[in-house]
Antibody, heavy 119, light 107 residues
Framework: EVQLVQSGAEVKKPGESLKISCKASGYSFTNYWIGWVRQRPGKGLEWMGIIHPADSDSRYSPSFQGQVTISADRSVSTAYLHWTTLKASDTAIYYC????????????WGEGTTVTVSS | DIQMTQSPSTLSASVGDRVTITCRASQSISTWLAWYQQKPGQAPKLLIYKASTLESGVPSRFSGSGSGAEFTLTISSLQPDDFATYYCHQYSTDSRTFGQGTKVEIK
């Protein structure tokens, strides 16, 4: 069974750094793009970016370019989303999602990681 | 970025109703469009890809149509499990985008 298991909820202060994870199982991790989607409280879905674990080729939404870093570790079949300086506006649920062959649509989603940034 | 605009934002309907949600792209995206369903507290679920292809396991009452810049998601006979928020998603370019969502509520 294809599964994406995300790391647990985080509570951080503005200015802190954070890395959340998404561990894949049940498929060949290096063969499929994997991406991240943000959902702020009570709001819609926002596409952040994707990475191909085989070579770490990555693409970002202009809205998120420079704000976060997406990475992947093939040895542990895990994708990451990293902030160096959190802001209160980063408070949201973050979903990882595996992409279909050729990296088109997102076909399997993780359960989401809630990130709360508050002083 | 390609902008995706869904209408309506909220839809009130009864069990058994035929429901149609529209998604318009700011430029042509061919048929590079997916639809997702999201229930409160859950991750989104893929319903349709390539504008009209039903994902495996999704009930046949869901259907998608359209190409270019205008698309529709239709639920032929609304069931209690279908009350949720629906999002369209374009994957035509390297920078993908979602519509703002359509909430289907009980009338």
């Amino acid at each position: 069974e294809v599964q994406l298991v995300q790391s647990g909820a985080e509570v951080k202060k503005p200015g802190e750094s954070l890395k959340i994870s998404c561990k894949a199982s049940g498929y060949s991790f290096t063969n499929y793009w994997i991406g991240w989607v943000r959902q702020r409280p009570g709001k819609g879905l926002e596409w952040m970016g994707i990475i191909h674990p085989a070579d770490s080729d990555s693409r970002y939404s202009p809205s998120f370019q420079g704000q976060v870093t997406i990475s992947a570790d093939r040895s542990v079949s895990t994708a990451y989303l990293h902030w160096t300086t959190l802001k209160a506006s980063d408070t949201a649920i973050y979903y990882c999602a595996k992409h279909s062959p050729a990296g088109y649509y997102m076909d399997v989603w993780g359960e989401g990681t809630t990130v709360t940034v508050s002083s | 970025d390609i902008q995706m605009t869904q209408s309506p934002s909220t839809l009130s309907a009864s069990v058994g109703d035929r429901v149609t949600i529209t998604c318009r792209a700011s430029q042509s995206i061919s048929t590079w469009l997916a639809w997702y369903q999201q229930k409160p507290g859950q991750a989104p679920k893929l319903l349709i890809y390539k504008a009209s292809t039903l994902e495996s396991g999704v009930p046949s009452r869901f259907s998608g149509s359209g190409s270019g810049a205008e698309f529709t998601l239709t639920i032929s006979s609304l069931q209690p499990d279908d009350f949720a928020t629906y999002y369209c998603h374009q994957y035509s370019t390297d920078s993908r985008t979602f519509g703002q969502g359509t909430k289907v509520e009980i009338k």
